[in-house]
């Protein structure tokens, strides 16, 4: 009976184990935004020579984040001009034609990883007429100084995470299709 209670008990261990590993390898991403509210990844060429501002931040990252690595691939549609509103401790530019390979941070007070992170903004200058294709990409790549991979580190005990680079769109085409009004009300059983 007393090694059934301690069998259990054991089982019931590894399965927290097994269970707070799990949680921990959920993988977060960096990502590229047209707003400083981190929720616009598409957005239209607003012409030649206008200047703007685009944001960088860590999501789902579910752990008390200390730094990051990672870097942009521009493409020729947009001009990098400089990164700033950067982390104290910064090495690097985020293109990825870099000398030094990307962006590299780490932040001076541990940032809430649960919630959208803040890393940097970008000044970029448009280089088109128009778009004259659609759905131009914006990826976030590794950083080519580090193995080309984005990583999170997880603060106090420094531990590397690997994230994912999500892809922004510029010249974005929304898929539409003609109807009525009577089929949207039939949507709607009316």
Known sequence: M????ILVLALIAVGFVALSTTANAQTGYVAVYFDNGFSVEQK????PGVLDTLYVAMVNWNMNVG???FA???????????????PGATIGSTPVTSSTGGFACGFPVPQNGFFPVHVTDILVSWNC???TTDNIPLPVVGHSGFG????????????????????ALICATVPTEETTWGKVKSLYGE
């Open 129 to 131: 007429n128009g778009c």
């Open 148 to 167: 080309d991979t984005i990583i999170g580190t997880r603060w106090p005990d420094a531990e590397p995470f690997p994230g994912i680079g999500l892809t």
């Open 67 to 69: 730094g990051v690595q």
């Open 44 to 47: 239209d060429c607003p012409g």
């Open 72 to 86: 942009i691939d521009y493409p020729p549609q947009i001009i990098w001009l400089a990164d700033f509103n950067k």
């Open 2 to 5: 007393r090694f059934a209670r």
